[in-house]
Structures are given as structure tokens and as C-alpha cells.
């Protein structure tokens, strides 16, 4: 299992090492978008509003709008120094108290702790004196950048931390529109509802809850598959912009032109052969007369 956080939750003097690692997983089909005319995927690309340009990694800052239109920066080097800073701290629990006072509106996210090495005696007591006391325990953590409140517990005899909103995260409940303010039903109506209740009420069995719409979809995408009802999308046009592709069709044409010249060279030689062979023989010159010299 993937290790994701490491650090140490302490309370009191005791000290545990541990590890997070993620309790659940998405199993969302992830579906892509296509363009209908080809059937090939979209790119979303990150453009500068004001220079209308594509917008490399390197280039990109963050920072914080506080009014519209108006940002402060904030550097890339001070939010890892921040980060560092708290991710660094040991995770103190700060309270203990009864599961049942959460509202379950509170919860997030779930993450099972493993303990760290040396920190195998200090994980059973915490998850020991958990059990015994039925309690759960409250403590910060930084996660991916974010502090967070989380719930110590003990789930099939394993501490899990559960990371919990803080309660201005939480929306009131008040501002929900249309909720009626009083109960305007009738006894009967009530007593028909509770029967009704106690006739479905039944212990919870995680396993007999599935997700009925992914299976659906998962069986839909495999008929079409089997049914060859798939499509492929076309060719992307090349491009000879960048200078890998520019020195690629160089090297190609040069070698294109090998043989070529191999060709010219011997025909040329075979020519040259074939003249010397036709040329008429030059006559010879007749020899001067040989003069005698007067005594």
C-alpha cells in the first residue's frame, strides 16, 4: 500500500512514528472527450488571458486575488518553506472525546496509519487505550498544503485517521432555502412512517451496496467493445516546425540522394570511358630536318 504522509502523532509523552496511506479509492469511470468530426482527444491547454498564449509550466506563478483584479504573489519558495515548517511538526492530539458528537457532515476523507519503524509498542497502546475508553482522538495535520482536523479512531484493529472540516467550511444548515419551519403532519401520517421505518430497518452490511450505475456502464462500454463498435481517431497532421523534424527531413533527403550520385558517378565514368575509346588517334608529327652546320 502507498505510503502518502510520514511523520508522528503524539499524546501526552507518547510518541508514535507513523504512516498514512489512503483508506478508499475513486473507482469513477474516468470518460474522455473527443472531437466528433475525427474522434480524437481534446486538448485543454492553459492560455494567458491578456497575450492569448499557450502558457508553459515554468511561467506560471500563484498568487492570491484579495480584490477583483487585484493579486498578491506569492513565491513558489516561501509556500515549500511554509509547508515544510508545519508538515515537520509532530501531529499532537489535542482532545479526546465520544465519536457520537461528530456529525458525520464533518467528515472527509479517510487514511489508515501504519506504525513507523520503532513505533510498533507506542501504536498498540494508543489503539488499546482507544478501545477500552471508546473514545476518539482530535488533533491538526498539514496535508498537501492544507492543515486540517482529523479523528484518530480504531477501525477492525486498525488506527484510521479521518481529516474533518473545520466548522467554517461547514455551510449553515439555515441558509438552505424552502426548508418548512414546523411539523404539519398528522398522527396517523407519523405512526404510518415509523412503521414503515421499522419494517426496513436492518443491520448494515457494507457488501450488499454496490454501485449499480458503474456496473451498468462498465457492461455497456464492454458490449460496444466486444461489438467492435469502437472508433479510432485520425492521423495527426505533421508538423515541420521544430528543428528535430527540420534536421529529419535534411538527413532524409540527403540519404535520398545517395544513390543518386552513385548512379551520376558511374555513368559519368562510362562516358568519359566511351569518348576516349571513339577519339580519333592524333597523326604524328613529321621530324624536323636535320641541318648541317657550316664549318
Known amino acids: 500500500m502507498h505510503t502518502m504522509w510520514k511523520g508522528s502523532i503524539s499524546f501526552g509523552l507518547v510518541n508514535i512514528p507513523i504512516k498514512l496511506h489512503t483508506a478508499t479509492e475513486d473507482k469513477d469511470i474516468k470518460l474522455r472527450t473527443l472531437h466528433n468530426k475525427c ?6 491547454e492553459k492560455i494567458c488571458t491578456a497575450c492569448e498564449e499557450e502558457v508553459k509550466p515554468e511561467d506560471i506563478i500563484k498568487a492570491y486575488e484579495y480584490t477583483k483584479g487585484k493579486f498578491v504573489v506569492l513565491d513558489q519558495e516561501e509556500l515549500e518553506n511554509l509547508r515544510k515548517e508545519n508538515e515537520d511538526k509532530a501531529v499532537e492530539i489535542i482532545d ?3 465519536i457520537e458528537e461528530i456529525d458525520p457532515i464533518y467528515f472527509n476523507r479517510s487514511y489508515y496509519m501504519s506504525p513507523n519503524e520503532g513505533g510498533s509498542k ?18 491538526k495535520i498539514i496535508i498537501r498544503s492544507k492543515e486540517q482536523m482529523a479523528v484518530i479512531r480504531v477501525y477492525e484493529n486498525t488506527l484510521v485517521m479521518e481529516t474533518i472540516h473545520f466548522p467554517d467550511e461547514v455551510r ?3 441558509d438552505v432555502p424552502n426548508v418548512p419551519s414546523d411539523d404539519k403532519v398528522t398522527e396517523k401520517e407519523l405512526v ?4 414503515l421505518i421499522d419494517q426496513l430497518t436492518t443491520e448494515f452490511e457494507p457488501a450488499k451496496y454496490t454501485d449499480e450505475y458503474r456496473t451498468a456502464l462498465l457492461e455497456l462500454i464492454e458490449s460496444k467493445r466486444t461489438g467492435q463498435e469502437t ?14 523534424d527540420l534536421m529529419a527531413a535534411l538527413q532524409a533527403s540527403i540519404d535520398r540522394t545517395k544513390p543518386s550520385k552513385e548512379t551520376a558517378v558511374k555513368k559519368g565514368t562510362a562516358g568519359k570511358k566511351e569518348t576516349i575509346a571513339k577519339k580519333p588517334a592524333a ?10 652546320k657550316e664549318a
Open 39 to 44: 474522434h480524437a482527444p481534446i486538448k485543454y
Open 96 to 98: 479526546f472525546v465520544k
Open 122 to 139: 507506542a501504536y498498540s497502546l494508543l489503539r488499546k487505550a482507544l478501545q477500552e475508553s471508546q473514545k476518539v482522538g482530535l488533533a
Open 172 to 174: 449553515s444548515a439555515g
Open 192 to 195: 404510518t412512517a415509523i412503521m
Open 231 to 244: 472508433v479510432t481517431p485520425a492521423a495527426a497532421k505533421e508538423t515541420t516546425s521544430n528543428v528535430t
Open 283 to 292: 597523326p604524328r608529327k613529321k621530324a624536323a630536318p636535320k641541318v648541317k
